[in-house]
């Protein structure tokens, strides 16, 4: 089965693709999605636009198909849309945001979120508790996200499930579920991002609510790690990651079916692979209460 992880950090560390897909296929990962550095604008930023888009896109040149460029983007940042169109063209697959001094509603964040939608690219988010030095997790309650119900065909993840507000994240996506079926026009797509975020004594629970609340979760559900490419399996946390949830899955008798989807084929329909294997998901059909593991084929 091959793994995709969806949640790697670029650093500061001279990029070199050949080597962090050496030390990704040293713990079994086949490819993931790279995330720039953090752009200026933010608590703890420290690159510019041209910084962060060339350290990003030499991370991951001559792995088209296994690794994909994410920007890091600020809603603060001049010329912020225009930005996001040159992304886009020069190679990026998808964005990356923290609301660390700023609600994902403001009407800046919208506009940006319009662009990326009309582009056809994804967003991942952190949502839940920040663990930086500043006064900024009031920004990342899940619910402000149903804000983005609204802006037709974006699709974005809730990272880290929003821990410790995970019940609150897996509400919002149930509250999604019941809008399509409400309004067949709304057409916006939240993915579950499973990076831990979720401490060890919590990940039981987070993993046993999201398979057993009732709602149609096996096409959103992805895998990350939170790992950084210059250290990238230089330590048992990505093993450890996997071991563990693999150990909840055959508890909860999760099938082989969906974990595939969960280590693979949902990120690549997230971030718009070319030859993704398309969604049983439909929205205008889906009452969002009445999935259970045992109906998925």
């Not at 993915?191 to 959103?220: Q, S």
Request: glycine fraction near 8%; hydrophobic fraction near 35%; charged fraction near 25%.
């Amino acid at each position: 089965m091959k793994i995709y992880d969806m949640h790697i950090h670029a650093d500061s560390g001279e990029p070199n693709a050949d080597e962090l897909i050496y030390r990704m296929e040293s713990v079994g990962i086949y490819g993931g999605a790279v995330l720039s550095p953090e752009p200026l604008e933010s608590c703890d930023g420290n690159a510019t636009y041209e910084q962060r888009i060339e350290n990003v896109l030499a991370w991951t040149r001559g792995y088209e198909g296994r690794l994909f460029p994410v920007l890091w983007i600020h809603p603060d940042e001049p010329e912020l849309e225009s930005r996001i169109r040159d992304a886009a063209a020069r190679g990026i697959t998808g964005y990356k945001m923290i609301c660390d001094n700023y609600y994902v509603y403001d009407e800046r964040v919208m506009r940006a979120l319009r662009v990326i939608a009309e582009l056809k690219k994804p967003v991942i988010f952190h949502s839940g508790i920040i663990w930086n030095g500043a006064f900024s997790s009031q920004y990342n309650k899940p619910v402000n996200w149903e804000s983005l119900i609204t802006i037709p065909n974006l699709r974005f993840s809730m990272g880290h499930c929003s821990w410790p507000w995970h019940d609150e994240c897996i509400a919002m996506y149930g509250k999604f579920l019941r809008a399509y079926k409400i309004n067949p026009e709304i057409s916006c797509e939240m993915f579950f991002d499973l990076t831990p975020g979720t401490p060890a004594i919590y990940r039981e629970d987070l993993i046993y609510k999201l398979f057993f609340i009732g709602y149609d979760v096996p096409h959103n559900i992805m895998f990350g790690t939170d790992s950084y490419t210059s250290t990238y399996g230089c330590s048992s946390r990505v093993l450890d990651i996997i071991q563990r949830d693999n150990s909840l899955y055959d508890k909860f008798k999760v099938p082989d079916s969906i974990r595939k989807l969960i280590y693979a084929e949902n990120f690549l329909r997230f971030i718009g692979a070319k030859g993704a294997g398309a969604s049983d998901f439909n929205p205008s059909e889906n009452s969002g209460v009445s999935w259970s593991l045992a109906d998925f084929k």
